[in-house]
């Protein structure tokens, strides 16, 4: 690990970090790495195996990790999440707004009110809520930063995608470049990654969409979706943490209101 890349003495809360093939638990891997302390978190009964796994990571990190359900619309639990991380760890220096939903039909007429009412409340209102929450404590720290895990689908339409997932994490984004610009003089950098597809149990249940909508089988939706990658292969969660860190760590002391693209060359791009 270069010496720009080290997290030691950071403390990262990360949230959507729930489910065992996530990019939420391939994130506090990641952080781990370079010497964060980090404090995961989840909406109370997503998956057991989910939260099994996550206690797993915080047995493993010994005592750098911390794991707490909560919800992030619910500005009382994003507040206590981030008072855990400084009752744990004295502090918060990253935040990285993991947590998202991918519901509804790839029709846009229909599409539910409850599609679009969970789509921005958690995409969106959720990001927001924990910005809210955490800004005092990282107002705290020397070096704070936010990181808002968008999409590929927050820069541009794709094929087979829920527009209200679209639209929500296009106002990710968006929310992404306006709080950079407010917080720039603050010296809080704040980006969003755009993954394309990564290998989740979101994306399983975005390969079944293509294929219904395709009337092909499973693996032959992905064998397409991977045609429309430069690199001929979806991510891994893991290919996403390393840039948070990226994000997170000195190297990127100069990035801030980005939205940094992870899709292999999906579309258009190259």
């Known amino acids: 690990m270069t010496q720009g890349m080290q997290l030691e003495g950071k403390t990262a809360l990360i949230t959507g970090a729930g489910r065992p093939r996530g990019i939420g ?34 047995d493993h990190a010994a005592g750098r990790m911390r ?9 009382s639990d994003a507040h206590g999440i981030v008072e855990t991380a400084v009752a744990h760890f004295g502090g918060l220096d990253i ?21 679009w009412t969970s789509s921005i409340a958690v995409n969106l209102h959720g990001t927001a809520t ?4 955490a800004m005092d404590r ?4 020397s070096s704070a930063c936010i990181i808002n895990v968008a999409s590929l689908s ?19 984004v968006g929310l992404t470049k306006q709080i950079a610009l407010q917080l720039a003089p603050e ?20 390969m079944d969409a293509i294929a219904e909508a395709e009337g092909i089988d499973t693996a032959q939706a992905e064998a397409l979706e991977a045609s429309t990658i430069a690199l001929g292969r979806v991510a891994e969660p893991d290919e996403i943490g390393k840039l948070a860190v990226f994000l997170a760590s000195e190297n990127a ?3 801030t209101g980005e939205a940094m693209v992870a899709s292999g060359g999906m579309y258009n791009g190259l």
């Open 25 to 58: 638990q391939a994130l506090a891997r990641a952080s781990l790495a370079p010497g964060a302390e980090v404090v995961l978190s989840e909406l109370a009964g997503v998956t057991r195996a989910g939260g099994e796994r996550a206690r797993a990571l915080v």
């Open 67 to 75: 794991y707490a359900e909560a919800n992030v619309c619910d500005p």
């Open 95 to 115: 935040l990285i707004n993991n947590a998202g939903v991918g519901r509804g039909s790839p029709d846009f007429m229909e599409l539910t009110e409850e599609d």
């Open 130 to 133: 924990m910005c809210t929450a």
């Open 138 to 141: 990282l107002r705290q720290s």
């Open 154 to 172: 927050g820069l541009g339409a794709i094929p087979h995608i829920p527009a209200c997932y679209t639209a929500s994490k296009f106002a990710v």
């Open 187 to 206: 010296n809080i950098r704040v980006n969003a990654i755009c993954p394309g597809s990564v290998r989740t149990d979101m994306m399983e249940v975005a």
């Open 253 to 255: 002391s100069y990035i």
